[in-house]
């Protein structure tokens, strides 16, 4: 009676299990990292790229720059991409695949690359991807939403560097050349960089040597540097397509797990 009991257990788990597979949609788990010109202690190996987006770097010469400290508080994500050629039994009538996320995750960009957020999709390949990302927190009085030092100049002997994003911000990632595969129970590895180098594009060495210090640090935010806050402000919300991978500030990475 025990092994008739055992049996059909053991029945009605496969049952379960090959339902739950065959209802499993493929989903997307995003990841943030920094990345630059000045690697940060602990960066990760770059990934094939296939969604890139924005940069244009306007400095003649590169800042010397090193970052130890970097981290952003995400509220939102939207994803949308054209269905091009979706499986039996997903809506044909409309392709245009549309898939939202809110939270209140703080991402560390420096350390271990953790998911923070899953997105599932419909089964299909895509393109015309578009990714929107938003930083918007309703107290940032405490930290900022976005947040990042380190040391401009020599690591040693150098001046300290800060910069505070306080206010909401949106950026918006678009890639036109590229497809994704997304198939049933697919686990989509989806990394996001962002260069802080190229934050600081338009940004030269005379400027930030005549920035206002204190303490002996230099510190841009709403309130101390404002000129310089507010092109690194506009440089983050900058979108471009299909521009050189070099001069990028954000990178979007997507492949199988």
Known sequence: MHKFILSVSLLALIIMA????KDEKPSVGLTLKATGASEPSGNATSKEPIFTTPGNSSNEFPLQLTWNDAWIYITRLEFSANLISPSIGEIKLNPDVHVEWQGYQK???IGDTKIFAILEIPDGNYQDIALS???ARINDMIQPNFY???IYGPVFGGTPIAVAISQGFTINMKFEDGT???QSGNFLDGQIEVSIDNLFNGISAEDLNKADL???AILISATYNQDLYMKI???LQLIYFNENTGQ???NFHIKPD
């Open 214 to 216: 204190t303490d002996g």
């Open 180 to 182: 994704i595969n997304a």
């Open 233 to 235: 402000l506009a440089n």
């Open 248 to 250: 990028l500030t954000w």
């Open 133 to 135: 990302m938003t930083s």
């Open 18 to 21: 090959a339902a739950c597979q």
């Open 148 to 150: 990042f030092a380190g």
């Open 107 to 109: 991402v560390d960009l």
